[in-house]
């Protein structure tokens, strides 16, 4: 298995850059500067980025090269204060998702304990076919 540094600069060979879920990304991912990097490599590049469930939280401090925040004026959702408070863990995460890209400018959508949506980001590109097809497309 290789190391996340070792896909730095590499953004033009991927197509997409997908993170999973679940609560272990709140302590590693979130803080690790090697991911925050190729999140904004592929970012600017204009790859897609995504993620799910508490995940969304590695992209919280990635910052681009204008020194903004990639969460900035981005409509998102997530795990909310409120349903992470029902679970009994925020006390015990290192910060709290909802709070945590609000801070940094996201637009965050709630959806309420236990609800789901769909929200995405959209970074427009000139040669991006999507831009005026009518159809759903993201590149965030």
């Known amino acids: 298995m290789?190391?996340?540094?070792?896909?730095?600069?590499?953004?033009d060979k991927f197509d997409a850059l997908f993170?999973?879920?679940?609560?272990?990304?709140?302590?590693?991912l979130a803080i690790d500067k090697d991911s925050q990097q190729?999140?904004?490599?592929?970012?600017?590049a204009g790859k897609i980025v995504s993620?799910?469930?508490?995940?969304l939280i590695v992209f919280a401090?990635?910052?681009?090269?204008?020194g903004s925040y990639l969460?900035?004026?981005?409509?998102?959702?997530?795990?909310?204060?409120?349903?992470?408070?029902q679970a009994g863990l925020s006390k015990v995460l290192p910060f709290l998702?909802?709070?945590?890209?609000?801070?940094?400018?996201?637009?965050?959508?709630?959806?309420g304990p236990g609800g789901g949506a769909c929200c995405q980001g959209w970074q427009e590109r000139e040669d991006d076919h999507w831009a005026n097809s009518g159809k759903c497309g993201a590149n965030w």
């Open 38 to 44: 190729r999140i904004k490599e592929f970012y600017e």
């Open 97 to 111: 998702l909802e709070t945590k890209v609000k801070d940094n400018g996201a637009k965050f959508t709630e959806t």
């Open 19 to 28: 993170y999973v879920g679940g609560h272990g990304p709140m302590f590693a």
């Open 71 to 85: 969460v900035k004026d981005q409509q998102m959702t997530g795990v909310t204060n409120e349903e992470e408070d």
């Open 51 to 55: 993620a799910v469930c508490h995940c």
């Open 61 to 66: 401090d990635v910052k681009m090269s204008d």
């Open 2 to 11: 290789e190391k996340l540094s070792s896909f730095l600069g590499k953004a």
